[in-house]
């Protein structure tokens, strides 16, 4: 057992909300919880302990951090800083769109919301319970049905030095509802956070999602975005994730409804000693659903990257199209990725592939691009770039693909061979 | 259309039977005293003894591996009785007259022929009944070329350097709970010997059955492929229909020293248990090689048999420039449940290798690939291609693959690819349309999945391969 955890589940025996009956399930299973070990299946790549192992100074925490608005975008920002509703939400928002704070829900946004949490994301994440215990702030997000909302609602956490924070979104869209939400992390001092998201997306409602888990240097951070698709629901996800001490994210989108639709987009960028592991789960527990994902990394230096990518189809999930894409770059001798897709399959009629490849850049490009004058690190770079701009274009929101390519650039040119 | 697939995928299990032969068994149990009597019955040297005692000691602080996507009742290893041999064999037959005429119709039975004149010219068989090695065949034309091939029980005796040099380098002792219960407990299996530079003349073949009730099969194998040798090893397996869950925990260790090439083709086809599951054999096998400098190893398996497969016939590319080969089709039906795959260890530069595996799931069998591909920091320029076909066969049944890819080394290519279809109808219609019967036309479908693998067998084993799943080879050609 850790004692970190011991630690947390003696904190969680202190809150007290309207969300008690669901932590109070959570905080039992967590009670019965292992510790992960190396040979934990979900963490066999990841040296967990070093979340256990860094003790961070209480009374050095700073505070006074703000989140910079991207240009353009006009966004609805909700910030936290180190887990604190630092934004205002009394602004007027766009009719059908209703968001407030967990710590002071209106009894209707409480009955929701209770329903919801603790409902998607499934209770295997070890770190999704003891967010479960421990998010006392985050923000409920209730779109009406039929309601379009064009303006991004973007939730930013901040994480300083010393800082531990436990954040949680619940967001729900009616039927034929149209939303785009961005979750976004930031922080490259030493702390300790974690981010969970659920969103039930209702009957033909559409779902924009990003999640940049943008956080680096010395910050450990594990969290989760999880999915439930309703009949003809859309999903349309990108992830990007630098590395850090320690990073582990899981999405789950669980097709509940049939003729569902999930687009999942997702890259890596690692350099020096960073960690980034991500899982994710597609359940296809009806017929007719489909699923596209698409995964590409390029880690550097002594940097480790961790892939595991499962679609499991239920018996019942007949005329399913489902495939997963893994590919990587590998740019040191030091670096190491691991890789794992998985199939798990019960129905018969269903049409499912994966693939995931593992190389170095093409020489036969970078000599092409040398021998017209580009110089080897330019041609790195840009051959990187190529590699993974597809999906970035492949971004439905032109303003937020701008915001990140140029952060793209910049690891890109620290990442050059030293 | 799925029922007729599936009564095309149906055949009776024809090794069924059961020979009435007198049997020594060791009364069921397991201890220190077991492997006393196991050695002393083999009158093994001192040190083999020292080694299994070493081995169960092991075992006992083990854990049995959950990791596998199969479910099956706890194994009582108390219940088992873990020697069995004929009483015919006790005066050891000098020759194939003096063997009980009982034995060797049983191989005749299964088409295993024991007597050299009516084999198929250019195969030599080593044939393993329950705990004993009853007869090796073509010795003296294999010694001319100077190939060992002996039961391993003779080769401690005769070839204790070799045995003691090599035995459990490939698969250590405490590898895995299974391996550690078999170096315990191992009876018999195969040794082979293929000094330097020779081709082997003949294949080799090992065939093993398991006749008595409330036994299990411990073999061991061990093959030495001097520096450029080469060998083609068969290995052929059945046994009796029965209620009970039978235990089968071999260990196969191949060593291809610097230019050598071992092929190894298996044919699994123990009892799979009944349509619900009743009965059948638990197939919890080892098997590992390893390549020095320019070596290559050759696994193909069409797993077909068996009520739980535990299986992973793995290659560690230690020497630069060596191969890596694994082939496989695995069939389950009824209850079956199969997980089986490989490991490729890339060590040395510009190693390679190949994965190809079909899995065809029908009936309530679950089927699962599970693969491991690793790149290690020395592997530079090594090369790795990994394809995993599933066809699912009726909406009862899954298909699963778990592929773990890891690579440290930059210059190191890995590709793995797996796709999930069904047998269309779309297939079927055409197939019926030019004439062919629904049978005739699985059959084609199936086979044309597996071809890949198929042409990866000897001859003889890919007739045998291709009457197992029930399918004419030559309708397949073209």
Known sequence: MSNWLNGAVARAESVSDWLAPKRQASLALLREAQWPTRKTEAWKYIPINVWDRTELQSDAVEVNAVAESIEGLNSIDLVFVNGELTSDLNDELPAGLSIVS?????????????????????????????????????????????????????????????????????????????????????????????????????????????????????????????????????????????????????????????????????????????????????????????????????????????????IHIHRDAQKTLAELNNRNLLMSDRAEIDTKPELEIYADDVRCAHGATIAEIDKTALYYLQSRGVSRSQAQIMLNFGFINELVDEMPNDVLAEWLRPQLRDRFAAMEVK | MTEQIEKALQREYEAGFVSDIE???????????????????????????????????????????????????????????????????????????????????TYEKLGIPLHEQMMLAGVAVDAVFDSVSVVTTFRDKLEEAGVIFCPISEAVHKYPELVKKYLGSVVPQRDNYYAALNCAVFTDGSFVYIPKGTKCPMELSTYFRINEQNTGQFERTLIIADEGSHVSYLEGCTAPQRDENQLHAAVVELVALDDAEIKYSTVQNWYP?????????????TKRGICHTNAKISWTQVETGSAVTWKYPSCILKGDNSIGEFYSVALTRGAQQADTGTKMIHLGKNTKSTIISKGISAGKSNNSYRGLVRMNPGAAGARNFTQCDSLLIGDKCGAHTFPYVESRNPTAIVEHEATTSKVSDDQMFLCQQRGLDPEKAVSMIVNGFCKEVFKELPMEFAVEAGKLLEISLEGSVG
């Not at chain 1, 594990?222 to 582990?248: D, K, M, P, W, Y």
């Not at chain 2, 248990?273 to 096998?285: A, H, L, S, W």
Request: hydrophobic share 40%; aromatic share 8%.
């Open chain 2, 23 to 105: 049997s020594d068994t060791f009364e069921p149990g397991l201890n220190e005293d077991i492997i006393r009597r196991i050695s002393a019955m083999k009158e093994e040297p001192e040190w083999m003894l020292e080694w299994r005692l070493k081995a169960y000691r092991s075992w006992l602080e083990m854990d049995e591996p959950e990791w596998a996507h199969v479910h099956y009742p706890e194994i009582d290893f108390q219940s088992i009785s873990y020697y069995s041999a004929p009483k015919s064999m006790k005066d050891k037959p000098k020759s194939l007259d003096e063997v009980d005429p009982e034995l060797l119709k």
């Open chain 2, 273 to 285: 248990g009944d349509e619900n599951g009743k009965g059948g054999i638990y197939n919890f096998v």
């Open chain 1, 102 to 310: 967990l710590a002071d829900a209106s009894a209707d946004a409480q009955s929701w919301a209770a329903e919801t949490f603790a409902s998607v994301k499934p209770s295997r994440h070890l770190f999704g319970l003891v967010n479960d215990v421990l998010a006392t702030q985050g923000v409920l997000i209730d779109v009406a049905a039929e309601a379009v909302i064009e303006q991004p609602i973007r939730i930013v956490n901040v994480l300083t030095q010393d800082s531990e924070a436990h954040t949680r979104v619940l967001v729900r869209l009616g039927q034929n509802a149209k939303a785009s939400v961005v979750e976004q992390f930031c922080g490259n001092q030493r702390s300790k956070n974690t981010g969970f998201a659920e969103y039930k997306v209702g009957e033909s409602a559409r779902l924009e999602h990003y999640r940049f888990a943008l956080q680096t240097g010395e910050s450990l951070s594990i969290g989760g975005s999880h999915f439930e698709l309703a009949t003809r629901a859309e999903l349309n996800s990108t992830l990007v994730g630098f590395g850090s001490t320690l990073q582990r994210v899981d999405v789950d989108v669980t097709h509940a409804g049939e003729h569902a639709f999930a687009k999942l987009n997702a890259i890596y960028l690692l350099d020096g000693k960073e960690l980034f592991d991500l899982h994710s789960t597609i359940e296809h527990a009806v017929p007719h659903g489909t699923t596209e994902e698409n995964v590409r990394g390029i880690v550097a230096d002594n940097s480790r990257a961790v892939f595991n990518g499962r």
